[in-house]
């Protein structure tokens, strides 16, 4: 986690606190908190205690652990259900898996790292990092770039200064000018790629969700493997994956600002 303790006051530390516990994914005791935390001990003490207070986080004094709290399961439900396109798009996902019967994914920006709302397996599943609800890198992954391409250009240096430029496979993007020339290339095609560049044997296509005025809501895309498809075969989904994202779109639209949605009559690439 990348605390900041120059914050706006109490509330950006104990967001920094929640996002320690929660990167651990399993109960965490003081000491532990204490050794990777920005804070002294008396504030950090402090922010857990009024966190606990709050429900945000729950303590088991038997154990001495940490974990989070119910009150963020129902916050997060309620996010998920008001924020995320999950709710919106499930059947749209449940057509398309049907339709490839290879994994899709649906995924949004959270800051400048994937957050994956939703996901359908292939018929045959595949092992893969992704997992509903799981945070993943942007840079090097096919929507992650999907979105990343069509950001505005003031918006896109500040994302790509927090990436992490970790080189997971042989194929992985490390610098920002080539992930800058691999985006170019994306918003000529309208679709990018993975190409084993996260995961060794993993390959996608991907197409932006975009609302009417270009807007990034979100990214879906249809993952397989080297051992049963090619980026050619993938490539011919993206038409397919490009209707259905704008349908996604289109619905978000009237879904959330109603009174000013229009048809949509802008085809993507």
């Not at 966190?51 to 009150?71: E, F, H, K, W």
Request: aromatic content about 6%; overall charge neutral.
């Amino acid at each position: 986690m990348a605390a900041n303790p120059a914050g706006d006051g109490t509330v950006a530390k104990a967001l920094d606190v929640l996002d320690l516990v929660a990167a651990h994914a399993r109960p965490v005791r003081f000491s532990d908190l204490l050794g990777e935390s920005p804070y002294p001990k008396a504030t950090l003490y402090r922010l857990l205690q009024t966190l606990v207070a709050q429900g945000m986080l729950s303590y088991d004094p038997g154990a001495g652990c940490y974990t989070l709290g119910i009150r963020l399961v129902r916050l997060a439900h309620v996010a998920w259900q008001q924020s995320s396109l999950a709710p919106i798009a499930r059947p749209l996902l449940d057509r398309l898996s049907a339709e490839v019967g290879e994994t899709v994914h649906l995924a949004q920006l959270d800051n400048a790292q994937v957050l994956y709302v939703d996901k359908r397996n292939a018929r045959d599943p595949v092992r893969m990092y992704s997992q509903a609800g799981k945070v993943g890198p942007a840079y090097c992954t096919g929507v992650g770039k999907a979105m990343l391409a069509f950001l505005p250009e003031t918006h896109l240096p500040g994302i790509l200064a927090q990436q992490s430029w970790h080189r997971f496979t042989d194929r992985t993007l490390t610098t920002p000018e080539a992930l800058q020339a691999d985006l170019a290339a994306i918003r000529a095609r309208g679709h990018a790629f993975d190409n084993e560049e996260h995961e060794p044997g993993i390959i996608c296509v991907a197409v932006p969700i975009l609302s009417t005025g270009g807007q990034v809501l979100g990214a879906l895309s249809v993952t397989s493997t080297t051992a049963r498809s090619s980026l050619g075969d993938l490539a011919r989904l993206a038409p397919l994956i490009g209707d259905i994202a704008q349908t996604i779109a289109t619905e978000a639209e009237n879904w959330r600002f109603p009174e000013h949605s229009t048809p949509r009559t802008r085809k993507r690439a």
